[in-house]
């Protein structure tokens, strides 16, 4: 089992003010939750109008999927926001399944 989470940098341009900036996260946020069936939320930069960073998370079971999953939320954010993507880094945990819990 992999947990993947990733971070993502966006820059928006037009964003004159929070109000604006948190429009643009929130849409963003809320299309990746129901798209992919994964957490999101805005992690950090929630003072700075233009910048927004957001992170992702979801569980899979195989390296394969987890990639192929990562490029598609990068192409959707690239493709269903006004804000730029900047850049990512993303991270696999991975978990043995037949350990013992406890």
Known sequence: MLVVVALFELYIEYAQSLKEKRMVVKSL???L???????????GLQD??????????????????????????????ESNTDATLTGFTSEKL????TASLG
Do not use: G
């Open 94 to 97: 991975e978990f043995d399944e």
């Open 29 to 31: 946020r809320d299309k």
């Open 48 to 77: 700075v109008h233009q910048r927004a960073r957001l992170a992702v998370s979801f569980v899979v079971t195989e390296h394969a999927t987890a990639d192929a999953m990562l490029d598609r939320i990068v192409e959707f954010i």
């Open 33 to 43: 939750r129901h798209r992919f069936e994964i957490s999101a939320a805005e992690v």
